[in-house]
């Protein structure tokens, strides 16, 4: 396929921002891509090259777009820095210098999503000495025979911004529209008033075969895959798959013990409610991985858990969900989340690291075991293969603490004991529920002293001055509506200057310099990618953001490198806060 087709959808794509539209501009790309051979091209679409599962990132810095931009444009770098920050833009930038360039028309018509698709899975590979040169010519290479349009989406794919506007959502709902059986045409349509936009066909179907293709989705975390089957008419035959991560399921929040009860059903099973990380364990012929929710497979950083798998799981393959917390090797005493993070990320000094920070891991459900496929089984059932597998080593992997009861009265204490005992609350599951990964269904709830605090994107930072020069100290963050991060506040407050004293601005803005995709005098934009929760005093109704919401006071707590920013808080759940401290 020709490089320029995907460019002339960015563009149609980028021209509106109503969902359905851009379903509907999608639906019809994809069936020009059902015809060719390489699906893959599908994960241009949301600026990636791999499936979603995939832990290599393109990860190529402005200042190497930059240089990447000169080569193959002949503009000095100065003269590029200069339009960016006119621009501030580097597509904009890419497109304008292409433009002026001669022989741009000439051979614009040669590049195709392949041979793009080539260049930057190439360009993950290089490692060692001589790897910036080796990228630049790569990318230099592409931009070279690019058309304006195309070195303007070929920055931004560099960059990890397409600002087109899709996520998961619109391209579920679009290969729904691409692929669907033909007895059910979905065609997102005007509504027969003109107010607005309706699928042309049974709403109930539509909705099952959404279900469909997101649940494929959330197992394979493959778009390609998906697309491929759902063409084929096979979405069925995507399982789990020992080998690949999938995405974890999620639990909304209950009111309180009789909201539970309400929801679940009685009996239900109570268990602690740890405040550490999620990793699934998975187990095959190939040796143990462990997935963190981001889908990053982290059994390096964590020697000491695959050795208790080794040691406390008997079973020959399988795919098991837990908790991993920190606790002071000295005192016993569990560890908030943010002390032990830093293990997530660590590539030196692990077993250093292991010493001074040890996990213990709580294990509360299993997706498949020996061969078998788990998740339509019921919770109480999954648990029983559990307790028959697992062998409880306290300190090091255990069956996470339960009690199964009706009374709202014995929930309590058990509730109660865990607060003591320094957990975050108890989850309340239903005894009968299936798992379902990738999803906030409801099968199981969290009960939790009321907290004030959201998980929120950095959309945009501001440098500090004076002593926090050079820093980036005020970060402006944002919550998640259907695809798109809308802003809610800015946080300047809960970082420290000494990194000693705890997570500190320098940490911060280390993550976030890579990610400037904008710069403006002090103020930058970055690639939404890092997820903070924020605490705060109250929310106020505010026109200054884009969410219609204030956080008073907000404070940063917590860097959560596990979170990815699809699991972000929404709008809705803003505004039910909001209703509710209101009333
Ligand atoms: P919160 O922000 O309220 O701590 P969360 O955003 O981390 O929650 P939620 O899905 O909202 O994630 O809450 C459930 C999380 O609690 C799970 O993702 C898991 O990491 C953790 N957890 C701890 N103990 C359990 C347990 N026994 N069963 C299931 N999940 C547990």
Known sequence: MKYSQLAELYEKLSSTTKSLEKTDILAKFLNKLKKEQDKSIIYLLKGKIFPDYDESEIGISLQLTIKALSKATGYQETKIVEEFKLLGDLGKVAELLTSSKEQSTLSSTK??????????????????????????????????????????YLARTLLGNLRIGIGEGVLRDAIVVACCPKDNKAIPSKGREGSGFSWGCDEEKVKQLKEQVQEAYNTS??????????????????????????????????????????????????????????????????????????????????????????????????????EAIGYDPKTKKFLPFQTISQRIKRKYDIEKLVKKLPIEINVFDILYYNGENLIKKPFEKRHEILKKI??????????????????????????????????????????DAPYKPGSRIGYGLKIKPQDQDFDLVIVKAEYGTGKRAGWLTSYTVACLQQDQFLEIGKVSTGLKEKPEEGLSFEEVTKKLKPLITKENGREVEVKPKIVITVTYQNIQKSPTYKSGFALRFPRFTRLRLDRNTEDITTLAEIEKEYQRANN
């Open 390 to 431: 697992i062998k409880n080593d306290k300190y090091h992997l255990k069956l996470a603490e339960q009690i199964k009861t009706s009374s709202e009265k014995e929930a309590e204490e058990f509730y109660n004991k865990a607060l003591e005992e320094g957990h975050e609350g108890v989850m309340a599951k239903s005894i």
């Open 111 to 152: 590049l195709t999503a392949e041979k793009v698709l080539i260049n930057l899975r190439k360009l993950v590979e290089f490692e060692g000495k001589g790897t910036v040169e080796k990228k630049i010519s790569l990318i230099a290479e592409l931009l070279t025979s690019a058309s304006p349009t195309e070195a303007k």
């Open 221 to 322: 975390n493959d778009f390609a895959l998906v697309f491929e089957k759902a063409c084929q008419g096979k979405l069925k035959e995507i399982v789990i798959d020992t080998e690949k991560p999938l995405k974890v399921m999620l639990y909304p929040k209950a009111d309180d013990f009789q909201d539970a009860f309400d929801r679940l059903g009685k009996p239900c099973i109570f268990e602690y409610k740890y405040d550490g990380f999620r990793m699934l364990i998975h187990k095959n012929n190939n040796g143990i991985k462990l997935f963190t929710r981001r889908l990053d497979n982290v059994a390096k950083q964590f020697p000491d858990v695959v050795k208790y798998v080794k040691e406390n799981i008997k079973a020959e393959s399988f795919i098991i969900d837990s």
